[in-house]
């Protein structure tokens, strides 16, 4: 449904997801009323700032308030300390102070870049988030995870910061690549997977829909999703446990990312790959039914996901597999599905990790063959 408010209920810090669809109006109004001292820092990437955080910024100014634009250059290859520093100079040379709030407008990168910096600059900024990708929508502007990469690996720096309101304008995604969109629907698939039968198959049944950009269908979708990555969320803030669900499908997806050099795979297509392995080690490891091993793929077929993941598992994957910085001790803490909504934290071994992955690889590759 579009049209509609979800509180991620944090106690002192909670806050709400506002899920609308051409509400440009909305939104300007919200920002003037998270700036009272007439002054706001608005970041996002160049493409988005163009499309979408300028006129909004614009309207702003023509409201009379100091609103100042920032941008930097899309693509995870800039999700670096050094944009973060440059952003600091852009927001001091901007007259930021204590009370001066963000905005982070933009896809997933702009969210942990733009929440990093808010969590860090004069010791931690309110901010929003303004979600413009699927995946940034369903899952990073929730949650309140901030960081960048370094040289030796992704998210090794970072902090929790929780945004104090997150909006989602499902006419922002108008704009976005076919592709994009695609890719952030496996994390809704994931949600579904998770805890939510029935959206499963109901992403299934508007695969078509979800996947070409239907506003009202991807509204239902990606509200959903929010709400179940809320609940995990107020369960677990800081992921002591249970909030380590929403890996799942992560283990194998960030080890493709990392040995095809981020290229290749876009995040989700990794982690619809991911989740399609997760699910066959889940038949084996704890009882998963087969039949439901089939209805995810059905969801992720919808979606036009990737399927390949069996002739991708080589070596050099496994060994990036072994060098996950989620690995606690020598266990991989794997995410398997007792049932579809019934997730499990299972600590592998990583020798037991790489055997089961190699084998189960091996038979379905010759059994595609056959
Ligand atoms: N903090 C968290 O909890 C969390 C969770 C999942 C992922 N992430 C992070 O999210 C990032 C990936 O996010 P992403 O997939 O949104 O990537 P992204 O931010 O790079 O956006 C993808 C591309 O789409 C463009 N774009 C964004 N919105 C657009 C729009 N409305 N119209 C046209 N183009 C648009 C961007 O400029 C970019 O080129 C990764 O860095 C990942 O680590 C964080
Ligand atoms: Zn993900």
Redesign the pocket.
Known sequence: MIGHDLIVDLGPRRYPVHVRRDARPELIERITAFAPGGRVIIIS?D??AR??AAPVADALKHKGLDAALLQFT???EN?TLATVRRLYDDALAAGVDRQTPIIAF???????VAGFVAATLLRGLPYAQVP??V??QV??SV?G??GVDLPQG??LVGAFHQPKWVFVDVA??E???AR?IR??LAEAIKAAALADPTMLDRITARGHALSTGDPDALGEVIGRAIQIKADVVVDDELEAGRRAILNFGHTLAHALETATGYTEL??GEAVALGMRFAARLSTTLCGLDPQDVLRLDAALDACRLPADWARRIDDDVLAHVASDKKIHGQCIRTILLRAIGDPQIVPLPIPTFVRDARSLARSWTEEDSR
Request: glycine share 18%; proline share 5%.
């Open positions: 990437d493409t988005v499309l979408h899309p693509g995870e999700k933009g896809g997933g990168v702009v969210g942990d413009t990708t995946l940034a899952d990073s949650g995870k901030t992704k998210n922002h995604l704009t976005l690549p994009e890719a952030g876009r995040h």
